[in-house]
């Protein structure tokens, strides 16, 4: 579903993303770490058909990241970290322009109302988004992300200022969908949930430090010494260090 070979962005004289490689299958929960500053929101949004790199090459559902921007841009779900709402429309009037964005026309009220009724919406519905607390906002920017149904969703910081009740929720939702076949890259501070993904990539100013499955990375970053297995806020923090 994804399948990046040594992608490059640079802004001026900063290089963003350096050199990074990734294949994410279908059905996978893919996690990308990193702390502030990292190249995660970069690297997604050339993923999304959103900016362009500048080296190496990639396909997002067999679709060139350089050449078929627009297709991609169809085809795929993408919760940006700002959530992207229009805080002056009420709920449903946000997913309805999402709705006609993604080309939703004849199915449209039905499908918003399918979105309203599975993420609990329906209280909210008439409010205007500005409005509504975070996790409330969560909720309208994931079920705008998926009104399409894509098999293949970019999820930028998904859960931040979410509490812990909505924030496992969420992840269960998540882990429905892609039991159901879809395909996740989520991006978190929040090493917990990085322990939920099936692989994880970690990046530093803009490179990969390590990158697999969290099983693995945990034995390769095994102290002889230490009889229990390092946790990977320690691997994290062990790789910003060096
Ligand atoms: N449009 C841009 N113009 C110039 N520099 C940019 C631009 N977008 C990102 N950068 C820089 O590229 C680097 C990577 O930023 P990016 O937002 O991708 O990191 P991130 O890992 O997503 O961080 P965060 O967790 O804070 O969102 C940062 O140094 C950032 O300042």
Redesign the pocket.
Known sequence: MIQLETITKR?GN?T?VDGVSLSVGKGEICGLI?A???????LIRMMCGLLLPDGGKGQVLGLDIRYQQKAIRQQIGYMS?KFSLYPDLTVEENLRFYAHLYGIHREAQKRIDAQIEEFHLREVRHERVGRLPGGWLQRVAFASAQLHSPPLLFLD?PTSGVDPVTRRAFWEQLYRLADEGATILV?THVMDEAERCDQITMMNQGRVVTQGIVSQIKKEFANEEDTRLPTLDEIFIQCMER
Do not use: L, P, S
């Open positions: 802004f900063h963003a990193g502030n500053g990292a190249g995660k929101t970069t970290q910081e991006t």
